[in-house]
């Protein structure tokens, strides 16, 4: 089973105080607006339990504010406002999201309760899941491990902040296990240890991506990324590049976002990988 908790609301507001010059999100913190069981507000997921075998697995995600079904129950096919990516599968690791050639079976849906099946997947793969409000269009992201997880590289934590403009958005990813620089810093570019998703609903996508180039099982992200430092224990990023800013490829405040790491020791998309949830919070206007 894969559990994940995120603080009270009162926690995060706490910290957000203390840190007025500089407004952060971390992944531990979402900060949610309740919402009733047919209405709007930010969804909040509280944990994602895993069950099931390899090629079969079933997904129970508990969280409030997730909103109704905008299809009749029980449902086989894709919806518009629930993925489940699995990063070991690129490039075709999108599941039940409008258009993927991968369905999901949909169980139930309240706005306390999500329940998904038939995710064909394998222990130990990175897992993205997203969900928006149907009516408020807002957007939560939860990130984990199909069990048992794989080791190495395991993410801790990944905390945002404000460089002036949100194309200069500086992130920090601390863990363990992700092995030596790939690349001579400072590198603006892809690599393909490193991606970045943001779950912003834009023009009929669940989001876009930014720094990975997946081993090249899939096309490299158009947004890159300014790598300014990379150890075994901490990733740091200082903004994007590329074709940030055209079409849907811009952050925003309150966009879900997950980050996922594979080690540099890696050889494939296959090979041991973690993934992360995020929240970006931040007040600077203009993107």
């Known amino acids: 089973m894969v559990r994940m908790r995120a603080r009270s609301n009162a926690a995060i507001l706490a910290g957000l105080a203390?840190?007025?010059?500089?407004?952060?999100?971390?992944?531990?913190?979402?900060?949610?607006?309740?919402?009733?069981?047919?209405?709007?507000?930010?969804?909040?997921?509280?944990?994602?339990?895993?069950?099931?075998?390899?090629?079969?697995?079933?997904?129970?995600?508990e969280g409030h504010g997730l909103g109704g079904s905008t299809v009749t129950l029980p449902y086989t096919g894709d919806?518009?406002?629930?993925?489940v990516e699995d990063e070991a599968q690129a490039p075709d690791g999108e599941w039940g999201f409008t258009a993927d050639d991968h369905v999901l079976r949909y169980l139930v849906w309240k706005t306390n309760e999500i329940e998904v099946t038939?995710?064909?997947a394998t222990p130990g793969d990175a897992l993205v899941v997203a969900e928006w409000n149907a009516v408020s269009g807002?957007?939560?992201?939860?990130?984990?491990?199909?069990?048992?997880?794989?080791?190495?590289?395991?993410?801790?934590?990944?905390?945002?902040?404000?460089?002036g403009t949100p194309v200069a958005l500086?992130?920090?990813?601390?863990?363990?296990?992700?092995?030596?620089?790939?690349?001579?810093?400072?590198?603006?570019?892809?690599?393909?240890?490193?991606?970045?998703?943001?779950?912003?609903?834009?023009?009929?996508?669940?989001?876009?991506?930014?720094?990975?180039t997946y081993f090249g099982q899939a096309p490299a992200d158009a947004v890159t990324l300014r790598i300014a430092t990379w150890t075994d224990t901490k990733i740091v990023t200082?903004?994007?590049?590329?074709?940030?800013?055209?079409?849907?490829?811009?952050?925003?405040?309150?966009?879900?976002?997950?980050v996922t790491v594979w080690s540099t020791t890696d050889t494939a998309v296959t090979g041991p990988q973690t993934a992360k949830r995020a929240l970006i919070l931040y007040g600077i206007p203009g993107n």
């Open 18 to 61: 203390l840190a007025a010059t500089t407004v952060f999100a971390t992944v531990s913190g979402i900060l949610a607006t309740p919402a009733g069981a047919a209405g709007g507000g930010r969804p909040l997921i509280h944990a994602v339990s895993v069950s099931g075998s390899a090629g079969d697995y079933t997904l129970t995600v």
């Open 79 to 83: 919806v518009g406002n629930f993925r």
């Open 118 to 120: 038939g995710l064909g």
């Open 138 to 163: 807002q957007g939560v992201t939860w990130a984990g491990n199909v069990p048992p997880a794989p080791g190495p590289p395991s993410i801790r934590s990944v905390a945002f902040s404000s460089l």
């Open 170 to 212: 500086r992130m920090v990813v601390k863990g363990d296990g992700f092995g030596a620089a790939p690349v001579s810093l400072p590198y603006v570019g892809d690599v393909p240890y490193l991606s970045f998703w943001d779950g912003v609903r834009c023009d009929g996508a669940s989001g876009f991506s930014a720094g990975g």
């Open 238 to 258: 200082m903004g994007f590049r590329g074709s940030y800013g055209s079409g849907c490829a811009r952050v925003r405040s309150g966009d879900p976002v997950a």
